[in-house]
């Protein structure tokens, strides 16, 4: 947005929502306290578990007197462990507060400090609970909603990452890859930011509850997400190299792969992927004239099973679909979302942060299930350039895949909120920062059209919000067109439209092989405001086309740089940047792996 002359300033910030009132809570929210008490049960026996295992281990091991780990001078471990974090004076705190830390080599300090983080995400989430039926304006109900479903996320995705690294009785970790590991703390990392984000513009008990609740959250994460980053686990991730990195990634094939089916799901969803929507066997069909199973997708997505191991098909058939709240949840897992093509079955909503709330709430559709995937719809927020932030798409989902979607909207269009996500041959929307988020994402052979924005506004095509160095997010875009919309081409030379703005310090962004038409700034990339600095992040353009290209004029950044080693540029792509060779082919969507075309 152009700043200082519109409100609100941040995307994802406090200054973005919708047409909605949220209500008061339900009467005593009984059905959410419950399912905490299970969770933190579970958290709790988990943790307390590997507490043992650890303490064992390490009793074994040292013949030092103190073995309680409370209090005290840290080791050489523990104060090796947290040299490499960014909050070293926490992480030293915290770790000598866990018992058995003392004695703990420093590949132990990786669970242990893995365990105690899920512990303070359990109490954060059990105290947030707790104040459910308190007195709320909209938009702090709205941001407290928010903080309750990502702290929940958060302590899931904490608890995977524990049990992934903890050996297991055969040998080897609990299941989850190095590259999976990095994904959930880095997403667990960007959820705290989005909570807290969402109270940004409100006062009040409530918000001083939440701050007190979260406090200290954030830089345990990226304490944790540094430990494990610097460790010998750590050592084989296959995406940029980052900050305390030992070495770089291994090599992977960057062959032409265009013609197959990626890796990241199995034989029938390569099928299904290229089935006509009518052929396809759906589990639900939604039809507003009453022939399918449903008549909205708001009962589709109550239909769909829990935790579902197989891929759960909803067909929704042609026709316009205004529904509220619409959210394919977390437990909501492998499903597909099919429609009838791009302006046939449209899913629209007009919330915006104007109308009192948060940005995470304004989605006209949002999905954090794992495994989901979109096919052959519209996602729209017609809220209008006046309303600010308004998002028609949320994507929070691991291995999430959007294929021949359209995506429209003006501010915030696309929020590709956390995990790994690939988009294909999708035309995507907006005006200012419309992709957006700390997804580990590519756009791949899609349409990024910017359209005419309000008077004395600019369009930023991206912002990215990558805060920690050791978070393995960023935005590629790879092989798309760049352009402007018919309403935007009689007035682009008034309206410059830049490739994007650093919504955080760390912000990663790049362009290769892509086409980008003559309303591109010169500079090409915008400052957030005039103190943020420019220093730290990663900007960067390889091998585009197109009159907007030339990148002669540039910025002179330290974080921009012109791509010239194809190795680097290869470090971008699918097969590396979100491990797409091992989980695409399974979804059935074409893709190309490396640089190649």
């Known amino acids: 947005m152009d700043y200082g002359r519109l409100q609100p300033s941040q995307p994802g910030g406090s200054s973005r929502r919708s047409d909605f009132s949220i209500p008061p809570p ?15 049960a579970l958290v709790l026996i988990v943790a307390s578990a590997i507490s043992a295992v650890l303490l064992v281990g390490n009793r074994h091991r040292s013949s030092g007197p103190d073995q309680s780990g409370i209090g005290g001078k840290p080791t050489q471990a523990i104060s090796r462990t947290c040299g490499k974090t960014q909050f070293p004076s926490l992480c030293v705190k915290s770790l000598l507060d866990f018992p058995g830390s003392t004695a703990a080599s420093e590949q132990d300090l990786v669970h242990i400090s893995l365990n105690m983080t899920l512990q303070h995400l359990s109490k954060a989430f059990d105290s947030s609970t707790a104040i459910s039926n308190v007195q709320m304006g909209p938009r702090e109900r709205s941001a407290y909603e928010d903080c309750l479903e990502l702290l929940e996320d958060s302590v899931d995705a904490l608890l995977r990452s524990l049990t992934s690294v903890v050996p297991s009785p055969s040998g080897g970790g609990g299941g989850g890859s190095t590259d999976d590991v990095l994904t959930w703390l880095s997403a667990a990392l960007t959820n705290q930011d989005t909570c807290s984000e969402g109270f940004a513009d409100t006062s009040g008990a409530v918000k001083n509850q939440m701050a007190s609740n979260l406090k200290n959250l954030s830089e345990l994460i990226s304490n944790c997400l540094a430990i494990y980053a610097g460790s010998d686990a750590g050592n084989d991730f296959s ?27 199995g034989k029938r969803d390569r099928r299904l992927l290229s089935t006509p929507a009518p052929a396809i066997q759906a589990d639900i069909v939604v039809s507003k004239d009453g022939s399918g199973t449903v008549k909205t997708i708001a009962e589709a997505i109550k239909k ?23 959210k394919v949840g ?31 709430h304004t989605a006209s559709f949002a999905a954090s299930g794992a495994g989901f995937i979109a096919k052959d719809m519209t996602f729209e927020n017609y809220a209008g350039p006046g309303k600010h932030q308004a998002v028609a798409l949320r994507v929070g989902a691991d291995h999430a895949v959007v294929y021949r979607c359209s995506i429209i909207g003006y501010q915030d ?10 988009f294909r041959e999708c035309d995507i929307y907006g005006t200012i920062d419309f992709i957006f988020g700390n997804a580990a994402v590519v756009f791949q052979s899609c349409n990024l059209v910017s359209r005419k924005p309000m008077a004395q506004q600019t369009n930023t095509i991206t912002a990215q919000n990558r805060k920690d160095p050791n978070q393995n997010t960023g935005i590629s875009i790879h092989n798309c067109r760049i352009q402007a919309a018919s ?24 362009y290769m092989l892509s086409y980008m038409g003559d309303h591109i700034n010169p500079r090409g990339w915008l400052e957030w405001n005039a103190t943020s600095p420019v220093d730290k992040l990663y900007y960067g ?5 197109g009159p907007g290209a030339a990148v002669g004029g540039r910025v002179n950044w330290p974080g921009y740089r012109v791509i010239t080693s194809k190795e680097e540029a290869s470090r971008f792509t699918v097969a590396q940047f979100i491990a797409g060779s091992s989980w695409l082919p399974s979804t059935g969507v074409a893709f190309v792996g490396g640089l190649s075309n």
């Open 26 to 40: 339900a009467s005593p929210r009984r059905n959410k306290k419950l399912i905490f008490l299970s969770l933190l």
């Open 304 to 326: 769909v099973p829990e935790h579902s191991s197989r891929r759960i098909i909803v067909y929704v058939k042609a026709g316009r679909y205004e529904e509220e709240n619409l």
């Open 487 to 510: 309403d935007l081409e009689a007035a682009k030379g008034s309206i410059p439209t830049y490739l994007g703005r650093p919504w955080k310090i760390y912000s990663r962004t790049v």
């Open 413 to 422: 269009t696309c929020y590709v909120h956390s995990n790994r996500q690939f």
């Open 541 to 545: 353009e390889y091998m585009n086309s």
């Open 239 to 265: 995406g940029v190299p980052i900050q305390n990195r030992r070495r770089l990634m291994g090599d992977i094939d960057n062959g032409d792969i265009s013609g197959e089916f990626p890796t990241w799901l």
């Open 330 to 360: 977390k437990k909501k897992t492998n499903v597909m979302f099919v429609g009838d093509g791009k302006g046939k079955t449209i899913i629209t909503g007009g919330r915006n942060f104007a109308q009192g709330t948060t940005t995470f």
